[in-house]
Antibody, heavy 118, light 110 residues
Framework: QLLESGGGLVQPGGSLRLSCAASGFTFSSYAMSWVRQAPGKGLEWVSGISPSGGSTYYADSVKGRFSISRDNSKNTLYLQMNSLRAEDTAVYFC?????????????WGQGTLVTVSS | QSVLTQPPSVSEAPGQRVTISCSGSSSNIGKNVVNWYQQLPGKAPRLLIYYADLLPSGVSDRFSGSKSGTSASLAISGLQSEDEADYYCAAWDDSLNAWLFGGGTKLTVL
């Protein structure tokens, strides 16, 4: 199970940290990722992280503003979002992958809504 | 970042067969695995097809996938009303070092 939290309303230029609590599998053995969906739009990959946390990947649209991390001792994935813009408004899904980050997303959380507005 | 190209919508009658295409390039579909996701209204996406043509446990065998070169297809046979959903293809892009999703295809069962 993947349970996201931390979403909410934030002003443009503000910051927010999302969390994804994982259970039911050996968290430290799998790559993880964040995928978002703006209202009425399609899926957009945001960021990914290797099982150990040693490798991270970002979409160009968030590079330099967002930071992905994980705490394998707490079975939790994070997304630190800084310098937020209106176009970052979306439901953010946490997704699990196999150990390789390039393969597929096999389980998804229910998502948490982030709204960037003044 | 570019997206994989899917038709915005398809429709077909119950019991019929429909296919959804996904066009990419040599750096994504041409080199890596293609996956398909189903998103029912108001729900999170779920994995429908992986490695182009494999079905996860619990997915109906009415769904099938294929890949040829830089394109992939999802086929749904024996259409049912509960198949009405948005369908997305996805593949890792080696040039961008990033995941790409198709724009999504809305399936309407007439």
């Amino acid at each position: 199970q993947l349970l996201e939290s931390g979403g909410g309303l934030v002003q443009p230029g503000g910051s927010l940290r999302l969390s994804c609590a994982a259970s039911g599998f050996t968290f430290s053995s799998y790559a993880m990722s964040w995928v978002r969906q703006a209202p009425g739009k399609g899926l957009e990959w945001v960021s990914g992280i290797s099982p150990s946390g040693g490798s991270t990947y970002y979409a160009d649209s968030v590079k330099g503003r967002f930071s992905i991390s994980r705490d394998n001792s707490k079975n939790t994935l994070y997304l630190q979002m800084n310098s937020l813009r209106a176009e970052d408004t979306a439901v953010y899904f946490c997704a699990k992958l196999p150990p390789e980050i390039t393969v597929y997303f096999d389980y998804w959380g229910q998502g948490t809504l982030v709204t960037v507005s003044s | 970042q570019s997206v994989l190209t899917q038709p915005p919508s398809v429709s077909e009658a119950p019991g019929q067969r429909v296919t959804i295409s996904c066009s990419g390039s040599s750096s994504n579909i041409g080199k890596n695995v293609v996956n398909w996701y189903q998103q029912l209204p108001g729900k999170a996406p779920r994995l429908l097809i992986y490695y182009a043509d494999l079905l996860p446990s619990g997915v109906s065998d009415r769904f099938s996938g294929s890949k040829s070169g830089t394109s992939a297809s999802l086929a749904i046979s024996g259409l049912q009303s509960e198949d009405e959903a948005d369908y997305y293809c996805a593949a890792w892009d080696d040039s961008l070092n990033a995941w790409l999703f198709g724009g999504g295809t809305k399936l309407t069962v007439l």
